[in-house]
């Protein structure tokens, strides 16, 4: 069998932070992805193709791209002979706190493992997507990495090394994320947060990130219902976010579980229990976000949605 | 039949805490309790009868004991005419870590329930006991006594209102508690804790406590031994405790899956895989104490053990 010459892969959105796990839990989103195509190049290294979708003037220099870093470690550990053409299909917003930038280097480092001699195992990806994230957001966390790469509700316990659990998400548990018409740079939300926090607020949001947990593992939407709520970081980056408290109140008002900011912002996320539910929530939002004169979309995701997958090689 | 007119009841010693769920985690101890003897007196109200057993010196006014305090809030609400007779024998040691301010608080709303005209459910019990051990302790946590009422590996989410979930904990799984003869005050051990902590150990923290639920509920003991570890308290706490890094030492070469103080302090405790382990770790932590020129005892409890039972109603 002759070597693929061209893979293309997809990676999903997601959402991370889900209000008691800062840095440490997220999920995947339907809708929105991320689209790479990797095809052999006669020169070793990595250049990048074109860069297309709803996002123009990402770095055309591979070392400073999300997707091109990405595979430029993985190609060094790899497969130091080989070269690569990265081009992207973006389709997640930038700067909208759904993880796009996460996506770009989860697709990347997928296409790329399609063309290697002998592919790795999707758990040997996570370091290099990692990698590629870095360059985007200046921090290593892999809680967008994880879930758009593996799928899942899933918790990033450490990132280097590697350590990561895949958590179950009761059946009907939704995900309304809005998504309003601004962007919200990922380096200035993480500017906002305080070095230091009270201990007495690191207990009750230790207390809600075990209530989610439990709830999760016990089927629980009630306790998770009574725990998805951020004391520790939402305080400082809601008023980064215009409408932000109006929003939180008509997602709750419609019944959300819990809502709060998706990833660094300014996107919001709720959880509910099933689809009805979901969508009289998802309305609310964008309305709620009309009202404070901000354009928005807002649409229902399952939590427990699938990850990065291949779509071709040839 | 006649209403009983005496009833003993017995509530174990607790470990609270655990590394990673200040204020929030806990489990019952075996060997250590207090036993709590209520006898119907013909005038309404407390009062205290022999405190007998490990510790002297405990206040003799109902209202200023836990024991005592927890029963006249308990009649003040559900049989404002009865009158009782609070005695109890001390089997905890006084400021060890291991929750005895607790099981006296457990013990005596135990006993006095079943001596109620109609008695109330455990769940209902509580909030008499936290009103109880609120007297000793100055503030209102469940940690101990919730482990000490109801068994098991228990996260108390919020004290008041009560939400107290029973986490499963994994077959195998044992806990060594090294009781050193010294005695750290839990008020004194609160005065040593920062108002503020730093938000990048809270995150450590986090996902520490996050992989120590996802590890008992997965039955996954790797990943508690890689999970169980304090940034956020143990640093302030472990100079109060002559020889506590050596022990801590101790008890992870002997293969503990983690240890850290026990509540306050200054007991320790290690989490253990078997009972074989787990002899080793007692011994070790007993003879690093030793070492420190402080005498201890250590013992192997299950985690999943009882909770407070009714010895006898006459």
């Known amino acids: 069998m002759s ?7 997809f990676a999903p ?26 095809v052999r190049a006669a020169t070793p290294g990595v250049v990048m193709g074109p860069i297309t979708g709803t996002v123009t003037g990402l ?61 790795l195992a999707t758990e040997e990806l996570f370091a290099y997507a990692l990698r590629g994230e870095e360059v985007a957001s200046g921090a290593i966390h892999g809680d967008n990495v994880a879930p758009s790469l593996f799928g899942g509700l899933v918790l ?13 998400a009761p059946p009907g548990l939704r995900c309304v ?13 993480r500017a906002v947060l305080p070095r230091q926090v009270p201990l007495r607020d690191v207990t009750t949001q230790c207390a809600n990130l075990a209530g989610v947990l439990a709830g999760c593992y016990r089927g629980d939407l009630a306790l998770i219902g009574r725990s998805l709520r951020d004391v520790l970081v939402e305080p400082h980056r809601a008023a980064l976010i215009p409408g932000f408290h109006a929003v939180q109140a ?3 008002d419609a ?60």
Chains 1, 2 share one sequence.
């Open 3 to 9: 070597q693929p010459a061209r893979a293309t892969a």
């Open 13 to 38: 959105a997601s959402t991370s932070n889900l209000a008691v796990g800062f840095d440490l839990l997220g999920h995947p989103l339907q809708r929105f992805g991320d689209r790479v195509t990797a």
């Open 59 to 119: 770095p055309a220099d591979p070392a400073l791209n999300t997707a091109g870093r990405a595979v430029m470690r993985m190609l060094r550990d790899q497969a130091p002979g080989l070269g690569m053409e990265i081009s992207i299909e973006k389709g997640i917003p930038l700067s909208s706190g759904i993880g796009g930038s996460a996506a770009s280097a989860v697709a990347a480092v997928v296409a790329a493992n399609a063309l290697l001699p002998r592919p």
């Open 156 to 168: 990033v316990r450490s990132a280097i090394p590697a350590d990561v659990v895949r958590l179950p």
């Open 177 to 189: 994320l809005a998504l309003p018409e601004l962007t919200l740079n990922t380096r200035d939300a």
């Open 250 to 252: 008509a997602a709750m």
């Open 255 to 314: 019944g959300a579980l819990g809502c709060s900011i998706s990833g660094a912002g300014p996107s919001l996320f709720a959880w509910c229990a099933g689809d009805a539910v979901a969508d009289a929530v998802a309305l609310a939002m964008r309305d709620a976000f009309a009202r404070a004169d901000v354009a928005a979309s807002a649409w229902v995701s399952p939590v427990d949605g699938p990850g990065a997958r291949v779509e071709s090689v040839e």
